[in-house]
Each structure stands twice: as structure tokens, then as C-alpha cells.
């Protein structure tokens, strides 16, 4: 059988039911995420089998095995529900990628409750707009960023429950604040399990939009069939690989595929909570001979920069597969992976709101550099007309990637937005969102957003979040942010400004603004630059024409500007 073969094989006969079998999965037996990640894999034979190997800052270095992580997912659990923490409840984690925040993954999940991971690098007033929306009931933190918490607290009526998993004992605790250590906790051996069902909610994610605040993707507990089955194909995981997924788990990628994914199939996985530099990077591959390496474009492109001579440094033998995800993997990228690795890497196109790989070049498939690859085997995608909506024939076009919905781990709903959630549909297909072609042997070469949400190193932002923030300024009268192209991050945000009246451009000025917005956004949605204008374009009805800005930028044509307001 050749290669090839393989994806035609598995696409004959698909069923997600493959999955449902392989994990026992049936009503009567427990449905529960936490439990399949850990407690199975025990029950299977695996206890003491390493699950995490963990390195941090200062190269603190710590091992469970999936019996520790099934007892430490216990013994969060347990806390929690000692607390009065039930079914459906939602409980923030805000921490780095300390084994506390995988730990306590499980143990939320657990007892049922809603687990919504956030990236531990926002700033305060985007964490509080999450916690307002999904009226957290419990935030599970770190001492260094206990202040940002304690600056929204009081804004926040549903939160009850700051648990701060490192605290010392001679920093006083205030107002809802409970110190929680899992070291010195009695580990709790047994837990009952919540009896979540298929279609209980699981993990709540928060992405972000063009207008409006971010949205709250829920998923259920049944996410976990294509999560299993997408990271045992396309991720090719088996029993003795050593797996890297170098996603923060505050991002889907990171719960998806740095948790469900791996540990449902009892693979050992590692984390690296050291911030990035190639050396880093590749002393860790070598140090723990990974062997299945999941990361980003930006990533892979800072890599190429700190250039061929750091790789050889390293032992990287052991490297079997190699994939990609959230933002457009360049053609240079994988033909560069081809020349270092021997290996190329594989692209694979999906979203927090699919919850699983959708596109892909599966494992043994022809690679073509620059392409996304095919549709998983058991997802239907196709191509939409902009305007009618209706599938698109022929070969080539542009268009919008669109999916028969059905496939189990695609969201039941946006929290608590019932209409953007209807949006998402047309003729009966879900909207991705992206546009794309798709070639005569059905590969999808993607091509650009259909929104102004900018992707920047692989992170969504969006514009109206930083210009909100920006208004705040008692200097700024009007702000529209795009998206400027960047040679390692693809996209970074800029910023134009209009002052108010007594206010004049300055370089100080820009400072302090910055300063201000820098409380209030993640570092990773901070302008790159600014640039402060007299007057912004406008549509006639007074809409901020954010794609002229745009083409400013990128050096395109400006297009239609028949909308725009005359002098
Ligand atoms: C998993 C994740 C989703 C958006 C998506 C698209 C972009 C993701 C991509 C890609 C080009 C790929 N994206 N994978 N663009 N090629 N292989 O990233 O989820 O944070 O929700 O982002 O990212 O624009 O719509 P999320």
C-alpha cells in the first residue's frame, strides 16, 4: 500500500464511531475528560508510565506519571468541590504553563465543572471582560499575578474564589483569596467522578472577533472523539513517542492537542515554560528526544532567522514528525524543515470554534509546501461563494472555507450569544471565517482572513479590543487598528490615532498612551506602531474604513471607495 494509500484508506468507511470504540466510549460508562485523560490510561495499564516531563524557568524540573497526574487532578477536584464548586460552574485558570495549570485542567473537569483557561499574559481589563461575560465563579492563579486579579475583584460579583496555587505564607491574603498547595495537600487517592454526559460542557474558550467583545466557545465533553482521533492520525502519535506541543494551553491549540489529545492516547508529553530562543528550543529536543513536535509558523520562522548553525549544534535524530498550526505555514518553512529535519512540516488548518483539526496534510501524504493539505477524514469542507453562499465548482476560485457541521467536537454554542452563534451559518454550512482555493487534487491553499481580526504570530486579536482600549485615553478621540506586515510574526497591530482638541502628537504622548493600554491588553496585542492622523477615513454613515488603512499598509489597491465620506 502506497502512502497515499493510507489517507484513501482511512476516508473509506469513516466513521467517528471508530473513535467512540477504540475509547469505550458508551453510555453507562463515565464521559469525563479529566477521567479519560488520567484514570483510564491507569486503569489500562499505564500508572506508571510519565506523562509530563515539566521544565521552567531557572531549569526547575519536575516528572508525573499518569497515576501522579490522576491523583493530583483528584486531590484539585476534590478541593474544589469542598468549596461548593459544581456541575457547570466556571472556573478561570490564569496561570503559566506551570504543571499546576494541566493539573487543575483535570481536576475541573472532574467534578464537571466548566474549565476556561485564559493566557496568563493579559492584562487586566481583558481578563475581566471574560470573567464578567462567563460569570466566573472561581479563578485558579499564580502570587505574580494575583494583583491584576485583585484590581477587577470587586468589579466582579459572580467571582467568590481566588485560589492561589504558590502562596507564601508571609504575604497576606485579602478579601476572597484561599491559598492552595498542592504539595502539601493530602493527596486524594479516590474521587468520584461527575457523571458528565456526551453533551455536558467542558472547556470554555474566549476568541476574539472583529466587533464586539471576545466570545466564549463552549464545548462538550464529547470533543474528546476527534480530539483522540485527530491527534492519533494527523499528529501520528504512538505508544513509546515523546510529544511537544509548544501552544500555551490559555489557546485552544494548547488544550486540544497539549492536553485531551495526548494524554487520552496515555502519550508522555513535555512542556517548556521558558519563553523562546532556538538554543532553548533545540536543547530541549534534544534533552528529552522528542519525537512528535507540534508548534507555529512564527515560531518555525524565528528558528530559520537564528539560522542553520544553532541546529547542528544539537542532536535532533530523534524528531519523527513534524506539524504546524495557526497561521499560514510558508513554503520556505517546510522546504527549511525538509533540509534540517529531513521532515517536512505539516500544516493543519482548524479553529478554537472546531475544537479539532479540520485541513490537513496527513501523515504519508504527497506535502505540497504552502498548501493546508485535505480535509480530515469525517469532515466535509468545501468552498462558499461571498455572495450566494453556495458551493463553489470550479477549480481554483477563491472562496470561503466552509464545513458541514456534525463533527463531534465543534462548538454547541458562543456563551451566552446566541445570535453571532447564528452567524456562523449559512445554507446549512458552519463559516470559518477564512478564504482559500482549492486545487484539482482537492489540497486548499489558504489565502486571507474575511474579517479585520488580526493574526499576529498566531494569536487572534481583535481590532476593536485595542481600540476600545485606546479611547480610554483622555488624549484620544478616534482609533482604528490594522494589521502591518511583519517578517517573523506575518501581521503585527498598528495603530492610527486622531487627539482630542489641546492634545498635539508627540513622541511622549505615544509613550504614555502605550503605557496606558499596555495594563489593559495582552503583550501580544500591543501596537508595533503608531502613527496619529488628522482625520480617519470614513464611510458616509461615519464607519471607520479600516480596509483602507489596511491597504495603506500592505501596499495594495485601495479598491471601492465609493462609500467613503467626501470633505
Ligand atoms: C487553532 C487555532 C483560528 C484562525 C483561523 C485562521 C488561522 C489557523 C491556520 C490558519 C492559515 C493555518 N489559522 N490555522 N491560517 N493556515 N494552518 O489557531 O485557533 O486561535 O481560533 O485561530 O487562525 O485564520 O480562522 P484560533
Not at 483539526?357 to 493546508?372: A, D, E, L, Q, R
Request: with cysteine.
Amino acid at each position: 500500500m502506497s502512502n497515499f494509500g493510507l489517507y484513501e484508506e482511512r476516508i473509506r468507511d469513516f466513521k467517528w464511531s471508530i473513535a467512540e470504540k477504540e475509547l469505550e466510549y458508551s453510555n453507562g460508562n463515565i464521559l469525563n475528560i479529566g477521567w479519560y485523560c488520567s484514570d483510564r490510561i491507569c486503569l489500562k495499564g499505564k500508572a506508571e508510565k510519565i506523562a509530563l516531563y515539566y521544565e521552567g524557568f531557572g531549569g526547575i524540573k519536575k516528572t508525573f506519571t499518569f497515576n501522579d497526574i490522576r491523583i493530583a487532578g483528584n486531590t484539585i477536584g476534590s478541593f474544589l468541590r469542598n468549596l461548593g464548586i459544581k456541575d457547570e460552574d466556571r472556573v478561570c485558570l490564569f496561570m503559566d504553563r506551570i504543571p499546576e495549570l494541566y493539573l487543575s485542567f483535570l481536576g475541573v473537569l472532574k467534578i464537571g465543572a466548566i474549565v476556561q483557561p485564559l493566557f496568563s499574559a493579559f492584562g487586566e481589563e481583558s481578563l475581566f471582560v471574560r470573567l464578567e461575560n462567563a460569570q466566573t465563579r472561581a479563578i485558579i492563579t499564580q502570587s505574580r499575578h494575583l494583583s491584576k486579579v485583585r484590581m477587577i475583584r470587586d468589579r466582579l460579583p459572580h467571582l467568590e474564589f481566588i485560589i492561589v496555587v504558590d502562596h507564601v505564607v508571609t504575604k497576606k491574603l485579602e478579601n476572597k483569596e484561599i491559598a492552595f498547595s498542592l504539595s502539601d495537600s493530602p493527596p486524594v487517592g479516590n474521587l468520584e467522578i461527575f457523571p458528565t454526559k456526551a453533551e455536558s460542557p467542558s472547556v470554555l474558550h474566549y476568541t476574539s472577533g472583529t466587533t464586539g467583545q471576545p466570545k466564549g466557545v463552549k464545548h462538550v465533553h464529547y470533543s474528546l472523539i476527534s480530539q483522540y482521533l485527530t491527534t492519533k492520525w494527523v499528529l501520528d502519535l504512538q505508544e513509546n513517542d515523546i510529544y511537544w506541543c509548544t501552544a500555551d494551553p490559555g489557546w485552544v491549540t494548547g488544550t486540544s492537542y497539549g492536553i485531551i489529545g495526548p494524554w487520552s492516547l496515555g502519550i508522555t508529553q513535555c512542556v517548556l515554560d521558558a519563553g523562546f530562543s532556538a538554543h532553548a528550543w533545540y536543547r530541549f529536543i534534544d534533552d528529552y528526544q522528542i519525537t512528535v513536535w507540534y508548534s507555529a509558523p512564527t515560531a518555525i520562522r524565528s528558528l530559520m532567522k537564528a539560522g542553520d548553525e544553532v541546529v547542528a549544534q544539537y542532536n535532533l535524530k530523534s524528531i519523527r514528525h513534524l506539524a504546524s498550526v495557526g497561521e499560514p505555514l510558508n513554503s520556505e518553512a517546510v522546504l527549511w524543515s525538509i533540509k534540517m529535519f529531513d521532515k517536512p512540516f505539516h500544516d493543519t488548518f482548524w479553529q478554537t470554534e472546531t475544537g479539532c483539526i479540520m485541513i490537513t496534510n496527513f501523515p504519508g501524504m504527497k506535502v505540497k509546501p504552502g498548501s493546508m493539505g485535505k480535509t480530515f477524514p469525517g469532515i466535509t469542507g468545501t468552498l462558499l461563494d461571498p455572495v450566494t453562499y453556495e458551493p463553489i465548482k470550479e477549480t481554483g476560485k477563491v472562496g470561503l472555507i466552509a464545513f458541514q457541521p456534525g463533527w463531534p467536537s465543534m462548538m454547541r454554542s458562543y456563551w451566552n450569544n446566541e445570535e453571532k452563534y447564528r452567524e456562523k451559518f449559512k445554507n446549512g454550512w458552519y463559516l470559518s471565517g477564512d478564504r482559500s482555493s482549492i486545487d484539482a487534487e482537492g489540497y486548499f491553499w489558504f489565502i486571507g482572513r474575511d474579517d479585520d481580526v488580526i493574526n499576529t504570530g498566531g494569536h487572534l486579536v481583535s481590532p476593536f479590543e485595542v481600540e476600545s482600549a485606546l479611547l480610554e485615553h483622555p488624549a484620544v478621540a478616534e482609533s482604528a487598528v490594522v494589521a502591518k506586515p511583519d517578517e517573523i510574526n506575518m501581521e503585527v497591530v498598528k495603530a492610527f490615532i486622531t487627539l482630542k482638541p489641546g492634545f498635539n502628537a508627540n513622541p511622549d504622548l505615544e509613550l504614555e498612551i502605550m503605557n496606558f493600554i499596555r495594563k489593559k491588553l495582552s503583550p501580544l496585542a500591543m501596537p508595533q506602531a503608531v502613527e496619529f492622523m488628522d482625520k480617519l477615513p470614513k464611510t458616509r454613515s461615519g464607519k471607520i474604513m479600516r480596509r483602507l488603512l489596511h491597504a495603506k499598509e500592505w501596499g495594495e489597491e485601495i479598491g471601492d471607495i465609493s462609500t467613503l465620506e467626501n470633505d
